[in-house]
């Protein structure tokens, strides 16, 4: 009996760090929204005081607007977003055939322009290529993320897994330690959140402007005091399909405010 | 420049109304420096005014400490039918312009 007993919690044990590395069960998984204040929540639910809808705007007058030299909209391969682009945000990172790997939102915005418009990439965190992905993930808000079911995308999401577990820069953290292990608990004043990427590109109040999923998760590697990987690096869409996996079942909700 | 405004689309009148407007402007201060030390000039709206049907109503002085993307919010009677217009002014000849309607019962 004591035998058995004795496998029973040397079973236990061995199957412990698992369960507390593990990862947040889907029950428990909360947007950052509910880490939030009553001010900045209100700001967020209102339309007419979310500054980030004023980018929804501007991407919307984008959308229809010729560019390139093959001077075509997106609305002209596209139609009407509300219909062609409801849930599509949703599902990014998502793999992409020719170039053997999945790309982001702002990727595939890229992509369209050089491939269908002839028309030269936007950089990075620049105020059109932020309105068109924020016009584009607004389409989905209220649907549930999906990102990171397609098989294909399966090395990829572990790769960005690894990323999220691996230990570094000069204070030696990991995303974990405090994403998975630490939220609730807070960082200075401002609360440390589960790190869902419910609603990208947001508004940070601290940025004042919107930004992307890549500038936070640099952001959050300087603040490791860690090399941050260049924006569009296999790493960081690795790791932004992780973090869309390990929201899989949350609602949308760009264009989200936060602190 | 976008800009998003919240008035009633109706009211009674004599009925005391909130007014929300929030535009897009990055509202540089003047003070930051860039990487290799060089000032970044000052960028920033310094009026805001509300007519309503033609009379100003509301009106503010905007300052370098002024978040970016300035969302400002008053009070007004609604006395008759008609048109609010608001009107940004800023550096650099920067001008912006909305208008909403309402309808008073």
Redesign the interface.
Known sequence: MNFWRAIAVATLLAAAPALLAGEIAPEARRSGYAFMGPDTRAMQD????N?G???V??GETLWTKKTGSAEKACADCHGDARGSMQGVAARYPAFDKTQGRPVTLDQRINLCRANHQQATPLPYESRDLLALSAFVAHQARGVAITAGEDPQVKPFVEQGRDLFMQREGQLNLACTNCHDDNFDKHLAGAPITQGQPTGYPMYR?EW??LGSLERRLRSCMSGVRAQAYDYGAPELVALELFLMSRARGLPMETPAVRP | MAALINVPAKARRGDVIEIRTLTSHIMETGFRHTADGRLVPRDIITSFTCRYNGTEIFRADLFPAIAANPYLSFFTVAKESGKFEFEWTGDNGYSSTASASITVE
Do not use: A, G, K, V
């Open positions: 209102d339309d007419t005081s500054p809808m004023l980018f705007l501007d109040l004042q402007t």
